[in-house]
């Protein structure tokens, strides 16, 4: 509950009177319950001094209460109005809100709305930027659940690799990884898994269908697991049978800006640095109008998360941050290539989660 | 596009300048484009006169012209400000926004304040209840592919249930159904299939997991498959071996509830009612306690829209409405039933999408 006392520090220093935190991710974070209530109403209303509150689905109390949550839970049934419940919680605290902090890169503007009937004095902060630099620092318990995340990306690749044969489907190969990776005890993927073969892998968002796997084809894998709430993330492409001499240098290219950038990773440089230097080597070795995306995102609880790495973030990396690397060159005329690796920020330097190989892997095809 | 007329007509109508559409499910209502922008921008613009235009990450601008926009397209790269992109495209059409409407349970309060600081002047009007009424009403397209959802979803039943065998877990179940459910093509679940056996039928929001089958235990599926970009949702519950009394006594109960619900839809019944009615049943047979939910959500592109069945929605039903009937008692004494159906009002009545068998199934345990 350390990040409960943090978010009540921040609400004194700002004179708030109350945080009402309502992001899935967000609520998991501070409480340890994960859960997904669709349109229903879930959140943890945190205060300066007094103990926090959670309010969720009646259904779900119990499942709070096993997750940890060592407070007051209100539940609400369908047929109750859960503003009205929420608002007598906290009056029954004997609380009076004034200055409210929200997340406003997740409320919606009707729940806005819907605050601002129940207490029509009260001001509205954002509690996002804090809760963002909370979570963009990753603790040593956290850390290990991504490495370990990490780990099964990196079996996810192998296994994948290892399907790779004449005539086999897209959807067949990503079919046997998750099924390995539920063996396994892994039940969710941390976005839809990518295996894409041939012209498509020049199509950075892509779709796997019945595509068959072809002597000559770069076949590109991005997937990552969701292991104890947090995701991984890995992107690696190899090579059915001998590749043309053009696909080897693009995929050298690629790997080099993706190396160079992972090198420099280390406290007080900028994120648009590393987009920069990964940009540099696609651009100079000719293939800048390929590379269409940013660098790199941060990785944690979310698949995407904080620090974006992008040309325009002067965020300066400093420890415990967690985010991947991955330029991509996507020329239709000759092959897509992404190397993606999730990394930590070290004291001076950087660790990287991802392991699987980066040297290219060129499958053997048989004849 | 005859869509994006009718949301021209409300916009005359009600004198407002334009809609501005992000969510990524009225996206694809409007668009025919289905995206999951993330964090970034995705959006449809309709004005009263003006042919509409479409914001989206400039790597995405050839998917949204495949899938048939035939308007505008502002591509936004991840160095680019794309609210700025947005104003200037407006502003290209001489159009002046005095008016925006938005959705208002789906835009978060940052948004907003970027539409805001854009367009100073603007007010801001609610334009959830029209795209909710459009949709709320399925024409013979969305229909006809409603159906055919539902009938993967029925064959994904009768697959879990030939799966059942003694020893066999709950997530090997899960994983035979998804497989068959790929090798026909379906490459998404509109939410996590759920395969719950024994005890763990009795929480209706449980998690499948290693638990093995034995015998004597009820097995509830809930699952559904997202076909053409819209959803099923079927539940069905068998008996491994012959049920004790209480356990059969269950069962009959929620089928009489669901089949009872189920024959009296017909326009003009309110939602209500049929909530009543399925309750009423269950709680004269001494398990009102345990039916812990509504009785049923509206069913379309989003897996939970609109009409919600519940015991306060005094909405009438309609000609062209979708939704699912889904009544349970979970008694831990005892077991867990659900049994849910998708089904279309029709013009004088019902039709029921779902067809999987709702006599007990029990499956013989070969001793």
């Known amino acids: 509950m350390n990040k409960i006392k943090q978010i009540s520090s921040y609400l004194t220093q700002h004179n708030l009177d109350a945080a009402f935190i309502t992001n899935p991710d967000n609520v998991f974070y501070v409480s340890g319950f994960r859960s997904n209530p669709h349109e229903r109403l879930l ?13 969720c689905p009646n259904m779900e109390v119990p499942d709070a209460k096993a997750a940890g949550w060592a407070f007051d839970v209100v539940g609400h049934q369908d047929t109750d109005h859960p503003w009205k419940l929420l608002k007598d919680a906290i009056i029954g605290k004997g609380i009076v809100i004034s200055n409210l902090a929200i997340e406003k890169s997740h409320m919606t503007v009707e729940r806005l709305e819907a605050l601002q009937e129940l207490f029509p004095l009260a001001s509205f902060a954002r509690l996002d930027d804090q809760l963002n630099s909370m979570r963009v620092i990753k603790d040593e318990n956290e850390l290990e659940i991504l490495r370990q995340a990490a780990k099964y990306a990196d079996y996810a690749i192998e296994v994948g690799v290892n399907e790779i044969a004449e005539g086999k489907t897209e959807l067949e190969i990503l079919t046997a990884i998750e099924l390995a990776l539920k063996k396994k005890g892994i039940s969710h993927m941390s976005f839809d898994t990518m295996v894409l073969s041939g012209p498509k892998t020049a199509s950075p968002h892509g779709k796997p269908g019945d595509r068959k796997i072809q002597k000559g084809d770069f076949v590109l ?67 800048g109008e390929f590379f269409t995306h940013r660098l790199g995102h941060g990785l944690g609880i979310s698949v995407h998360e904080f620090p974006s790495i992008t040309g325009i973030n002067d965020m300066q990396l400093t420890e415990g941050m967690v985010f991947t690397i991955e330029p991509g060159i996507y020329d239709p005329s000759i092959t897509g290539v992404r190397i993606e690796d999730d990394l930590v920020v070290t004291k001076d330097g950087v660790e990287i989660l ?3 190989p980066k040297e290219l892997v060129i499958i053997p095809t048989g004849n």
Do not use: H, W
């Not at 959140?43 to 309010?55: D, N, S």
């Open 43 to 55: 959140g943890v209303v945190v205060f300066q001094e007094a103990e926090p509150l959670m309010i």
């Open 221 to 287: 894998f991005d997937l990552g697991v969701i292991y104890k709430g947090y995701c991984s993330d890995i992107t690696r492409t190899v090579s059915f049978g001998e590749p043309t001499d053009s696909q080897r240098e693009v995929y050298e290219t690629v790997r080099k800006a993706e190396q160079d950038a992972v090198n420099a990773v280390k406290p007080g440089v900028r994120a648009m640095d590393l987009d920069k230097i990964a940009r540099d080597v696609i651009t100079k070795a000719g293939y």
């Open 354 to 356: 991802t392991k699987y």
